[in-house]
Each structure stands twice: as C-alpha cells, then as structure tokens.
C-alpha cells in the first residue's frame, strides 16, 4: 500500500497542505495522512505517529519534501529506522528518493552517517565544555527537572489524578510520573520495614 504524509507549519496557509495532498493523489497514495503543526514541535504532530504506525510490511510511505517529514538528520534516521524494522519504505518525490531500490538505499546511507558524524561532534565540543567549566568551578551538572516536581506528582496522584494527566498538567515526561511514584512507593515501604524492625 502506498501512504502519503502532508504538513504544513501553523504559519503556512492552507493552499500549502493541497497542494501536497494533490501530489501525493498523483504519486498513488491510497491513503492519506495530514497536519498543520510546527516542524520543531516532534509532540505534536501525531499524524505523523498514526502514519508509522498504519505502516505495514512492503507499503511505502510517500512524502512531497524531505522537510515535510523530517525535522533533522538525526530524527528521519529514527523514522528510517521504524520503517525499515516494518519492512516498509520511505519515498521522497522532492528529492526522487526511493528506499526500495539501491540508489535511495545508498544516499540515505549517506545521511545516516552524517547524522552519526554531526553527533559526535556535539558530543566531543560538549565533553570539552564541560571540563573548561569542571576546570573553572562552574560546572554544577543537569539540574534534575523531572525531580522537581515530585512534591506536585505525589498530590496530583493521592488526588486521583492519572499518570498520563499529570504528566501534561505537569508537562514533564510520563516515565518521569512513573519513576517519581516508583520511588515513592519504595521509600515507604523501607519506611515500613524500618518501623516494623524498631518495634
């Protein structure tokens, strides 16, 4: 099955998105998936989502720009990834990409080992800030964001309050949600113990 996917930012008209659905209508696209959010706001452009995940094993997902999918290296190597895992394949007509046959695979190929390049070169100029600012007495390390907020975490949930709702009201990660309650409920149960030896 061949499935297309359109966006346009919250600042492009509407003209922009059928204009892309009109050329993914012409590319074969049976099924059509569609949004109107910002490149650089991953969390919201759940269409996108519902799109890998309909994807099945020997479809092609069909894009009109490789900027309409991804919105770096880094992240359309992860939704290479998720496609090649399905067995599918990923079409860009801007570019006349096609991972279905040797010459899409090879530059995509290419891509991925500049997105690899591009990250160890961030995390080699990170490392070094770090030990000027180690060196220099300023480096305090990551302030934990998620841990502050576990006072918040635990009275939203002794309310009723579900993770995944807390976790927006919050606006930090549902895992993060998980861990706090985890290590709550672990503190009182050595608090517990702890009780039970003393008496």
């Known amino acids: 099955m061949i499935i297309g996917y359109a966006r346009t930012s919250t600042l492009d ?3 922009g ?23 650089v706001d991953v969390t919201a452009r759940d269409n996108l989502t519902a799109a890998l995940e309909f994807v099945r094993e020997g479809d ?24 090649k895992g399905k067995g599918a394949n990923l079409r860009i007509l801007g570019l006349g990409i096609d991972t279905g046959n040797s010459t899409g695979k090879l530059i995509l190929t290419v891509l991925g080992g500049i997105a690899e390049f591009e990250r160890d070169i961030m995390l080699e100029r990170q490392r070094e800030g770090i030990a000027r600012a180690k060196a220099a007495g300023k480096y305090k390390g990551r302030k934990p964001t998620a841990r502050a907020h576990a006072k918040q975490v635990l009275e939203l949930h002794k309310a009723g309050t579900g993770a995944t709702e807390i976790a927006k009201t919050i606006g930090i990660g549902r895992a993060s949600v998980y861990r706090i309650l985890s290590d709550e409920s672990i503190q009182q149960s050595l608090e517990k113990i702890a009780d039970t030896a003393a008496s």
């Open 17 to 39: 998105l059928d204009a892309q659905i009109d050329e993914l209508k012409k590319a074969s696209c049976e099924k059509i998936f569609e949004e109107q959010v910002s490149s």
């Open 13 to 15: 008209q509407k003209a």
């Open 60 to 83: 092609t997902l069909v894009v009109t720009r490789l900027d309409r999918l991804a919105r770096s290296v880094a992240h359309l190597m992860q939704i290479l990834d998720s496609l």
